[in-house]
């Protein structure tokens, strides 16, 4: 603990001498959500990095993320604790197989999911994130809609907006493994208790969620709830921000595989480390951001 206090103090220094921003996913570490300036789901800190006025953004999450933040303000240095945090949902889907599939369906406009690389991002007509997903295809007029890489989170988008998609066979890893008998077994343990689930669950444990939607909207939703005792379907650090808005709430995560291990590769150590060092730092080929920026800005123009 007093070495976290000598971290946390150093960060604060390193962050004036620096003007800079610390953003954090709410599946970060508790002891880097704690110094964040501001936790969100990948829409709002999207939304963040395009909007401040900071010279560096340090992205606490995965890579597409900060890579994302770089995108949207070219002109910032954005730099990340741990270059090793990756996702492999986003590694599922590479820019080749995409133009095949691009060229079988010539008509249709791509929609890809946030949790892409920029270069698939460039190939994109409009990116959305789990928050805004129903609201960027409702917003679409296309005959045929390519979707990439999330299947379980297209397979719900098909459900809510009645349109068919060319879905893509990636998915999450960690909300992937969460099944109907995991919750099954917590509705039988906590009687009465709600099941909020993140739409990156398999299509028949979304089905069975009393209130589906985003991090940042599982965490609304739990804050505003009556209920006591609330299983949560998504990554285990949300907790952080799910017991401090509700300490007296118990929150009963459905399996202890709701863990991502790429969100857990940063810590407070080498966030400082990277403030120190100004490294590893995020780069896009500008022709790569410059195609990927449109498809992320469309996306923050959806109302
Ligand atoms: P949101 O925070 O946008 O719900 O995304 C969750 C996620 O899986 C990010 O990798």
């Given at each position: ?6 971290l946390?103090e150093?960060?604060m ?7 800079a921003?610390?953003?954090a996913h709410y599946y970060?570490?508790d002891?880097?959500?704690?110094v964040a300036d501001?936790?969100g ?7 963040k990095?395009a909007?401040?006025?900071a010279d560096?953004?340090v992205f ?8 994302s933040?770089?995108i ?6 954005v ?7 990756g ?7 590479n820019?080749d ?5 691009k060229?079988?369906h010539p008509n249709?406009?791509v ?7 920029a ?5 994109t007509?409009?990116c959305?994130?789990?928050s ?5 295809i409702a917003?679409?007029d296309?005959?045929e809609?390519?979707w990439?890489p ?8 098909e459900?809510q907006?009645?349109?068919?998609l060319?879905?893509w066979e ?6 992937d493994m969460?099944?109907?008998n ?6 039988a343990?906590?009687p009465g208790?709600?099941?909020v689930?993140h739409?990156?669950?398999?299509p028949?444990v979304v089905?069975?969620g009393?209130?589906?939607?985003s991090t940042?909207?599982?965490i609304?939703?739990?804050k505003r709830?009556?209920a006591?005792d609330?299983i949560v ?6 907790g ?5 808005d ?5 929150f009963?995560?459905?399996t202890?595989y709701?863990?991502?291990p ?7 150590k080498?966030l400082?480390?990277c403030?120190?060092t100004?490294q ?5 080929p500008?022709?790569v951001?410059e195609?990927?920026r449109?498809?992320l800005e469309?996306?923050l123009q959806?109302?």
């Amino acid at each position: 603990e007093e070495q976290k206090q000598e971290l946390r103090e150093r960060l604060m220094q390193l962050k004036k001498e620096r003007n800079a921003i610390i953003l954090a996913h709410y599946y970060q570490r508790d002891e880097i959500q704690e110094v964040a300036d501001f936790r969100g789901d990948s829409f709002l800190l999207a939304q963040k990095a395009a909007e401040t006025d900071a010279d560096v953004i340090v992205f606490c999450g995965v890579h597409f993320m900060g890579e994302s933040a770089k995108i949207l303000a070219p002109n910032k240095t954005v730099i990340i604790p741990d270059e090793r945090a990756g996702c492999p949902m986003a590694d599922m889907v590479n820019v080749d197989g995409l133009r095949k599939l691009k060229a079988e369906h010539p008509n249709a406009k791509v929609v890809t999911y946030i949790d892409s690389s920029a270069e698939i991002k460039a190939e994109t007509d409009i990116c959305c994130t789990s928050s805004n997903a129903v609201k960027v295809i409702a917003s679409l007029d296309a005959e045929e809609i390519i979707w990439v890489p999330d299947k379980n989170l297209g397979h719900y988008v098909e459900q809510q907006t009645g349109r068919p998609l060319i879905k893509w066979e990636g998915y999450c890893n960690t909300h992937d493994m969460l099944t109907v008998n995991d919750v099954m077994e917590m509705k039988a343990k906590y009687p009465g208790a709600p099941f909020v689930v993140h739409p990156e669950c398999r299509p028949e444990v979304v089905a069975m969620g009393d209130f589906v939607g985003s991090t940042t909207a599982i965490i609304d939703y739990c804050k505003r709830s009556d209920a006591t005792d609330i299983i949560v379907g998504t990554e285990d650090g949300t907790g952080y921000q799910l017991r401090k808005d509700s300490p007296e709430k118990r929150f009963h995560f459905a399996t202890k595989y709701l863990v991502c291990p790429n969100m857990k590769v940063n810590n407070l150590k080498k966030l400082v480390k990277c403030l120190e060092t100004m490294q590893p730092q995020i780069y896009v080929p500008p022709q790569v951001a410059e195609n990927a920026r449109l498809s992320l800005e469309r996306m923050l123009q959806v109302k």
